[in-house]
């Protein structure tokens, strides 16, 4: 493949790039940095990223940040966006789905569930309810959507995952004598949405729980009744966000537990293992048990 191929897809792509050097060049797939392989094509993510001792002119093609310095690299694109620049590139060229039955076996569809175009649904799977999944979604293996719930276009719900039973959420009486509330709410999951594995979400007590599109959630996370995820937000494994949480357009969860009823900003960020018990601002940094700011994110 030449060089030059990459470049068109990337202008297709709309990522911005400047390349340095000979388009015409042919590359032989691709590789990472730590284990190169000769002519192929690489991403150095930054400066600190390059091996001791490591000769940088063996490399025949490199995907580069802003911050590296590539001169004894003959072939460069530089990119500011240069991971998803290099990975876009690498699932373009080599990324073969392997192909799958639409539907896999040992696995109940109820007569209510619509089902879009390119709809995959593996293996052990319960569709159960009120339930619609547009085009090109993918529902993995030993996943259970029950009651109403609605899946957007291209989504990825990974194995293991429970999305649409009702939350944990119960009135007393005089004597402490625990009542379940029942649940009339749904889940509503836009487009482009990831919903990793063992992820439970439950279904709203009487709006929906909303994850808007793009939003990323990772493996391990629970997502309590009415929890609502602005678009392109993302909370990696594992999180707790519990009931009416509301998390803000861009804002990043790593590996947080959120208080019920707390708000996170658009683009805040909460550290790794913090524990919010108040609103965080938006593009506020927090960190901590509990929760405490530290710089804005710039």
């Given at each position: ?11 297709e ?11 015409e060049?042919e590359?032989?797939?691709?590789s990472?940095?730590a284990?190169?392989?000769n ?11 390059i091996?001791n001792g490591?000769?940088l002119?063996?490399?025949?093609l490199?995907?580069?940040s802003e911050?590296?310095?590539a ?7 530089r990119?500011?966006?240069s991971?998803?620049?290099f ?5 373009h060229?080599y990324?073969q789905e392997?192909?799958r039955p639409?539907v ?7 007569p ?5 175009k390119?709809v995959?649904?593996g293996h052990?799977?319960?569709?159960d ?7 090109n979604?993918?529902i ?8 109403k719930?609605?899946?957007?276009k291209?989504?990825d ?6 999305i649409?039973?009702d939350?944990f ?8 004598k ?6 009339f709410?749904g889940?509503?999951?836009?487009n482009n949405?990831?919903?990793?594995e063992s992820?439970?979400?439950?279904r709203?007590?009487i709006d929906?729980?909303i ?10 996370s629970?997502?309590?009744h009415n929890c609502?995820?602005k678009?392109?937000?993302?909370a ?11 998390i803000g357009?861009?804002?990043?969860l ?5 208080r019920?009823q707390c708000?996170?900003?658009?683009n805040?960020?909460?550290g790794?293992g913090?524990v919010v018990?108040k609103?965080?601002e ?5 960190v901590?048990?509990?929760a405490?700011?530290?710089?804005k994110?710039?």
């Open positions: 493949m030449r060089i030059s191929e990459i470049l068109s897809f990337l202008r792509s709309n990522i911005p790039f400047e390349f340095f050097g000979d388009h060049v590359v032989e797939g691709f990472s940095l284990h190169y392989k002519n192929s094509f690489t991403w150095i993510k930054a400066q600190k990223n091996p490591f000769n002119s063996e490399i025949k490199a995907f580069v911050e590296v310095r001169e004894d690299i003959d072939n460069i694109i990119t500011p966006e991971k998803r620049a990975f876009f590139t690498v699932e060229f990324g392997e192909r639409a896999g076996e040992f696995t109940y569809i109820s209510k569930v619509k089902l879009g390119n995959r649904i052990n799977c319960t569709l309810g009120d339930i619609s999944i547009d085009d979604t993918v993995w293996n030993h996943v259970t959507i029950v009651n719930v609605h899946i957007g291209n989504c719900i990974r194995s293991g995952t429970v649409g039973h939350g959420a119960y009135t007393e009486d005089c004597e402490h625990k009542t379940m509330v029942k649940h709410g889940v509503d999951i836009g949405v990831l919903v990793g992820v439970c979400i439950h709203g007590t929906d729980t994850l808007e599109d793009g939003v990323k959630i990772d493996a391990l629970h997502i309590a609502y995820f678009r392109n937000s993302a990696a494994a594992p999180c707790r966000t519990n009931g009416s949480v509301k357009e861009n804002a990043y790593a590996g947080a537990l959120v019920n708000e996170v900003g658009d805040a960020f909460v790794l913090a018990v609103n965080v938006a593009n506020q940094t927090v901590g048990n509990p405490r700011p530290i710089v994110k710039r």
